[in-house]
């Protein structure tokens, strides 16, 4: 069940830019309408338990409504990555702070030349799945698999097919035991000891859903054919309106960071 996340609501940063396409975002969102969204996703995270921790956002980013990529939390504590977008660098000590101010203890940090964002990284109770991306490149994976094998974890790597920007687009957890992946999008055996639920790919985030507790989730209100293929493998969904954000390259896992689950 998650417990504890930190978001960042929209502001006037996420409509300031002078490029969109340097920040990796596909056209203007609405802000009134994306607030709305944004507000709508806490109030249903919220009300299945979760403490929801928002931040401000960082002036001149975007990006940092998408608190998924900057960091990670472990057990062990916060591992601090390494932005392979070059517009999005310094969101990383920006919301690293956030958590040394709430106590959560560093275990680790990303150097270069490696690169990492957490879209790319999947913690699935003793196994870590992670994608080698236009985001994330193997000095950054390599660091990060180091990590976690000292924590305990098994590594699961593979690449991150198009059009997907990262791991986090193509599969996500809907239960300790039970991954959503794309169909075709990895290796045989990458999801070996898991219940496997196929869903096509329709676009960058098909495989992109929050998981609020064991098969029930959230799924993005244009991913149709994902919904219904959930509820025929008996998960419960909840759909979400979150087309503003799907405009910033986006999908709803990336909207939240997740600190604590049981």
């Keep these: ?35 709305a969204q944004h507000a709508h996703l806490r109030e249903v995270l919220a009300r299945y338990g979760a403490e929801v921790i928002s931040i401000p956002e960082l002036p001149g980013h975007p990006n940092s409504v998408f608190t998924r990529d900057p960091v990670v939390v472990t057990p062990r504590g916060f591992v601090e990555l390494r932005m392979g977008l ?11 702070r956030h958590l040394e101010d709430m106590a959560v203890p560093r275990a680790g940090r990303i150097e270069p030349p490696g690169s990492l964002e957490g879209g790319d990284v ?15 490149n193997e000095h950054g994976v390599r660091q990060m ?38 169909t075709g999008a990895f290796p045989v055996g990458f999801f070996v000891g898991f219940d496997l639920i ?18 029930e989730v959230i799924v993005e209100a244009s991913h149709v054919a994902v919904a219904d293929r959930l509820r025929r493998a008996g998960i419960e969904v909840h759909v979400l309106d979150l087309s503003e954000f799907i405009k910033g390259s ?13």
Aim: charged content about 20%; glycine content about 8%.
């Design 1 to 35: 069940m998650l417990r504890r996340v930190i978001v960042c609501p929209p502001g006037r940063e996420y409509i300031t830019y002078n490029d969109p396409r340097v920040h990796n975002i596909a056209e203007p969102a609405d802000l009134a309408r994306a607030q």
């Design 86 to 96: 070059p517009t999005r660098r310094g969101e990383e000590a920006w919301l690293s």
């Design 122 to 136: 999947i913690l699935a109770g003793r196994v870590a799945f992670l994608g080698i991306s236009s985001r994330s």
């Design 145 to 182: 698999k180091r990590l976690l094998e000292y924590m305990g974890y098994e590594v699961r790597v593979a690449p991150v097919p198009a059009p997907h920007l990262h791991l986090g687009g193509a599969m996500s957890m809907v239960a300790p035991d039970r991954v959503l992946a794309c």
């Design 198 to 215: 196929e869903v096509p790919t329709d676009d960058f985030v098909s495989g992109n859903v929050i998981c609020l507790r064991p098969d």
């Design 250 to 262: 986006g999908g709803p896992t990336c909207l939240i960071l997740p600190m604590a689950r049981d």
